[in-house]
């Protein structure tokens, strides 16, 4: 069955960078986007970012440009996403979701990552 | 960027009653909209993508219809398990925004 894995929560300093993974299995990783969204608490949901996990590609929201990098490893069919440049308004859960190419919608989500940003 | 304005931002309803939720673009999207369900501590789920087509496994009390800038989430003879938030998102210009949710809770 599809599944979207992701790495455990994390705490991090003010300044710091994180490195969130996704790990994904049931399905052919090459031939769907890979999306990043995040949700500070009691907030609503905010996009971040794709990957074309075939080419490499990238789209960034222009809020994060510059901090933010997105990757992958197609031999083990994992996305990351590396956020530089931790400020408390960073802490959120983070979600990776996937995307089918020519269907609008995220049909498969990973169970989100807390990332905390305190000092 | 495209807006994404929802209405009502809450709303309060019984079981059993037939609620609809309103997501109006800034600009024409066509039909590049999907809506989700989400629940406290929960990643969201997929209802309908393509604007009004139901995604697999999702209960047909949940119907989603529009195109251009007016698009409408219509739930149904209300279950228990449908009190969560729900979000529009659009998928026609980057940056691929949503709406600001709407929390959907038991009169």
């Known amino acids: 069955q599809v599944q979207l894995v992701q790495s455990g929560a994390e705490v991090k300093r003010p300044g710091a960078s994180v490195k969130v993974s996704c790990k994904t299995s049931g399905f052919t990783f090459t031939a769907y986007y890979i999306h990043w969204v995040r949700q500070a608490p009691g907030q609503g949901l905010e996009w971040m970012g794709r990957?074309?996990?075939?080419?490499?590609?990238?789209t960034t929201a222009q809020k994060f440009q510059g901090r933010v990098t997105l990757t992958r490893d197609t031999s083990i069919g994992t996305a990351y996403l590396e956020l530089s440049g931790l400020t408390s308004d960073d802490t959120a859960t983070y979600y990776c979701a996937r995307r089918e190419t020519y269907s609008f919608g995220y049909d498969y989500w990973g169970q989100g990552t807390l990332v905390t940003v305190s000092s | 960027a495209i807006q994404l304005t929802q209405s009502p931002s809450s709303l309060s309803a019984s079981v059993g009653d037939r609620i609809t939720i309103s997501c109006r673009a800034s600009?024409?999207?066509?039909?590049?909209l999907a809506w989700y369900q989400q629940k406290p501590g929960k990643a969201p789920i997929l209802l309908i993508y393509d604007a009004s087509n139901l995604e697999r496994g999702v209960p047909s009390r949940f119907s989603g219809s529009g195109s251009g800038t007016d698009f409408t989430l219509t739930i149904t003879s209300l279950q228990p398990e449908d009190f969560a938030s729900y979000y529009c998102?659009?998928?026609?210009?980057?940056?691929?925004?949503f709406g600001q949710g709407t929390k959907l809770d038991i009169k």
């Open positions: 990957l074309s996990p075939k080419s490499g590609g990238t």
């Open positions: 998102q659009q998928f026609n210009t980057y940056p691929y925004d």
């Open positions: 600009q024409d999207i066509g039909s590049a």
